[in-house]
């Protein structure tokens, strides 16, 4: 079965068994080397998924945007790929640059920035970075000459699980005094930008806001445009199901056609790229009949590799690592984390067969936003993470 066909047959039936059985034995022997809670990095699927995306969009120039999953091995694989970054901290420029990526391979996409981050990126070589209001525009004019700036427009997005436009970007109408000022002062502008939001679950609102962007380069033909940048936002399967990437990049591809000759078109994917290629493993340590429902204590929860579940608002598939069959009936239960905070709660009214102290259970597509937001609330360690070559594959070993 390939990929798509087991997403959509996981949403015909009522308790969709998210862990395949070829899944499960080499999941087994993963969990009798390594102590619960980890996370595991499957490096082919970052492959796969950078190729699809990089199908799907041909020609686009991918900024993988760091924020979604910083772990280093990930940013080696992609820079063998021959992605480029799209940074916004300090600390995010210091970990591409000891890993040998170039500042020319990179983006600086924080439309807010302290001089000293503005700095330190010029410092390692990269000098193309975002603004969406005056007052950054101004932090700018000491540096004419030596940058080259993308103006971030806001287009708000209702349908996108996190409407990123609500707190960056500029409206159109902004555009030609940020313009002037630039011009005014000797600083480069280059490009248009946006972002409607992470995880979009249509591309309309993205392919409007690149026919807007065109339109709006071609009246402002004074700039000397090289850019568009598409942003982030192309999504993945957690409980719903997407649409397949190719789908959901056609209209965009089609949108793009109407740019006018010499203008590269960028893209910044972060949760595309690392949502699934990361599964969480946990261990229930403790069970309590509370109502009607089993409270079932995780050794991971909200606070650590579940964390996403608060600031990314996402839900993440789970299962138990036992076949389906040998736990029989499915009752009302509870997932909670361990800390002793009552927020931190992994699955409510969810149905599951009866589990044991000590049974294993699998998050899946928790690679974007997960350990990256991760805390060490009561003093629980983030799970580790155990980097592999390809899961499915029986012979898999720890890299
Ligand atoms: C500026 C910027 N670029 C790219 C991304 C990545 O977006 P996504 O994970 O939706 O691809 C984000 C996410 O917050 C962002 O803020």
């Keep these: 079965?390939?990929?798509?066909?087991?997403?959509?047959?996981?949403?015909?039936?009522?308790?969709?068994?998210?862990?395949?059985?070829?899944?499960?034995?080499?999941?087994?022997?993963?969990?009798?080397?390594?102590?619960?809670?980890?996370?595991?990095?499957?490096?082919?699927?970052?492959?796969?998924?950078?190729?699809?995306?990089?199908?799907?969009?041909?020609?686009?120039?991918?900024?993988?945007?760091?924020?979604?999953?910083?772990?280093?091995?990930?940013?080696?694989?992609?820079?063998?790929?021959?992605?480029?970054?799209?940074?916004?901290?300090?600390?995010?420029?210091?970990?591409?640059?000891?890993?040998?990526?170039?500042?020319?391979?990179?983006?600086?996409?924080?439309?807010?920035?302290?001089?000293?981050?503005?700095?330190?990126?010029?410092?390692?070589?990269?000098?193309?970075?975002?603004?969406?209001n005056m007052a950054e525009m101004k932090k700018f004019i000491k540096y004419a000459g030596k940058v080259e700036l993308i103006i971030r427009v806001s287009f708000r997005s209702k349908q996108a699980v996190v409407d990123l436009s609500r707190k960056f970007g500029c409206a159109l109408e902004e555009l030609p005094q940020l313009v002037e000022l630039a011009q005014k002062n000797g600083i480069e502008v280059v490009g248009l930008s946006f972002h409607v939001g992470s995880q979009s679950l249509s591309p309309m609102t993205q392919s409007n806001a690149i026919r807007a962007s065109v339109a709006a380069m071609k009246v402002m033909n004074s700039v000397n445009w090289k850019f568009l940048d598409i942003g982030g936002s192309f999504p993945v399967s957690y409980q719903e199901t997407v649409l397949p990437i190719d789908d959901f990049c056609a209209p965009l591809m089609e949108a793009l056609s109407e740019l006018p000759e010499g203008i590269e078109v960028f893209a910044e994917p972060g949760r595309f790229i690392s949502a699934p290629s990361m599964i969480e493993v946990v261990s229930v340590v403790g069970k309590a009949k509370r109502g009607a429902r089993t409270w079932y204590y995780l050794d991971d929860g909200v606070y650590g590799g579940f964390s996403g579940q608060m600031f990314d608002h996402a839900s993440y598939p789970l299962a138990p690592l036992k076949p389906f069959d040998a736990l029989g009936e499915f009752l009302p239960s509870v997932l909670a984390g361990p800390t002793c905070d009552s927020i931190d709660v992994v699955a409510e009214d969810i149905e599951l067969p009866e589990m044991q102290i000590g049974d294993i259970l699998i998050g899946k597509q928790m690679g974007a936003y997960t350990i990256a937001s991760a805390t060490e609330f009561n003093y629980y360690p983030k799970p580790k993470v155990v980097v592999v070559e390809d899961i499915f594959d029986p012979e898999t070993e720890a890299l």
């Excluded at 990929?3 to 009798?32: G, N, W, Y």
């Excluded at 021959?82 to 500042?103: C, R, W, Y």
Aim: aromatic share 8%.
């Design 1 to 132: 079965m390939d990929k798509q066909t087991i997403i959509e047959s996981f949403a015909e039936q009522s308790h969709p068994d998210v862990l395949q059985m070829f899944d499960r034995s080499s999941l087994e022997e993963l969990v009798a080397k390594h102590e619960t809670p980890f996370m595991v990095l499957d490096l082919s699927e970052i492959d796969y998924q950078y190729k699809s995306l990089q199908a799907a969009l041909p020609g686009v120039k991918l900024f993988y945007a760091l924020k979604a999953l910083s772990h280093p091995e990930l940013i080696k694989r992609l820079k063998s790929l021959g992605s480029n970054f799209d940074l916004a901290t300090i600390g995010e420029v210091e970990l591409v640059e000891s890993l040998g990526i170039k500042g020319d391979q990179c983006i600086h996409t924080h439309p807010i920035k302290k001089d000293k981050e503005i700095q330190r990126a010029l410092d390692f070589g990269c000098n193309r970075f975002v603004v969406d």
